[in-house]
């Protein structure tokens, strides 16, 4: 598998030389795992913030009654981390498991701030994608807050469609923060209001 | 009112020197808000980036039944924006309001992208503070699905004790996801208990 994928995605916010590309690049690392491992284990650090090539994960977190609450997906052209434990380089609050066999491209902590330190531009790359990210958030508290949930997985399908057909239901619901049983419904609800409009 | 806890602020995560302090600086706007006025409304685009030098807002979000959800608090320290509309430059979706009279350090979109260019090292600062933000908004997601009321209300006075004592608690109560009766009854179990340790 060859990093163009992430030297593509870079190049949608900052130019990098051919020489920053080939010191970038010499940082990386590819990480293959297989369906059900773990990238990231709570209680263990997270040692790398991962690009994936390929392949689909969860983050999640179990709660004090055992119960799991899904943070985030990650499929192809994400970043996912224990973003929390990979800066202060402190035990994961986050599991991250592999939905598929994935391989990501990674980089340590220090690996990375010696790049910020290299290739300045990074920076640049970095706030860029992590306002994304903390505008989606915000967006997502404010929808759990004020939005039905048809409506939240209405949005979620439309947002990430991939995503809606590759992971199972049950753990779309999680993330959505209701219960599966409480989707089934909403589907087949939405699903007759479909067919409905189709006769 | 003088900048410098701007600058102080700044200096905790990247050295400026002199020059760089002083063009900074000039891009820099002092923004004098009286309680109640708004510096960003729904629909119109957000001018300025924030950094509060004196009082207290809250940003928020009026759902499509009229209710009023809040998405943050700033105090003394603390930047806000909305910063989809920011970044963007498209309308706000969100209101922020001084609940106090207020004082912020303000720039805009156009003057931090050219000082993004003119001093690097600024890359980096927002860079930082942006992934503090965003661990925090995770933290949040997770927290709203897997805690209890009362447990997210003793976290947040924990977390945020200043804004605890300046901000009426029907505004809490939003901001936690709650009816301001639910808080009500939360809060006096917690008296409670703690005047029951006391004797």
Redesign the interface.
């Known amino acids: 598998m060859s990093f163009e994928p992430l030297l593509q995605y870079i190049s949608q916010y900052v130019q990098l030389t051919e020489d920053e590309q080939q010191l970038f690049l010499s940082k990386i690392r590819l990480g293959k795992y297989l369906k059900g491992q773990y990238v990231v284990q709570n209680g263990n650090v997270c040692r790398y913030e991962s690009f994936v090539l390929k392949g689909c994960l969860k983050t999640f977190?179990i709660?004090n009654e055992g119960?799991e609450?899904i943070?985030?997906f990650a499929i192809e052209n994400w970043w996912t981390a224990d973003?929390?434990s990979f800066?202060t380089q402190t035990p994961a609050?986050y599991n991250i498991l592999c939905l598929e066999n994935c391989e990501l491209a990674q980089i340590t902590y220090a690996d990375l701030e010696a790049l910020?330190l290299a290739i300045?531009k990074l920076?640049?790359f970095?706030?860029i994608i992590?306002?994304k990210?903390?505008?989606a958030?915000?967006?997502?508290?404010?929808n759990?807050?004020?939005?039905a949930a048809k409506d939240r997985y209405v949005q979620f399908r439309k947002q990430y469609p991939e995503i809606d057909q590759r992971v199972p239901q049950y753990m779309i619901a999680s993330y959505l923060?209701i219960t599966k049983e409480f989707l089934s419904k909403i589907r087949a609800r939405l699903a007759r209001r479909k067919s409905s409009r189709v006769n």
């Not at 958030?137 to 404010?142: D, E």
């Not at 759990?144 to 939005?147: G, P, Q, T, V």
Request: with cysteine.
């Open positions: 977190y709660d119960q609450h943070v985030m973003l929390g800066l609050c910020y300045p920076e640049r970095f706030r992590i306002q990210a903390y505008i958030a915000q967006q997502r508290i404010v759990n807050f004020s939005m923060g």
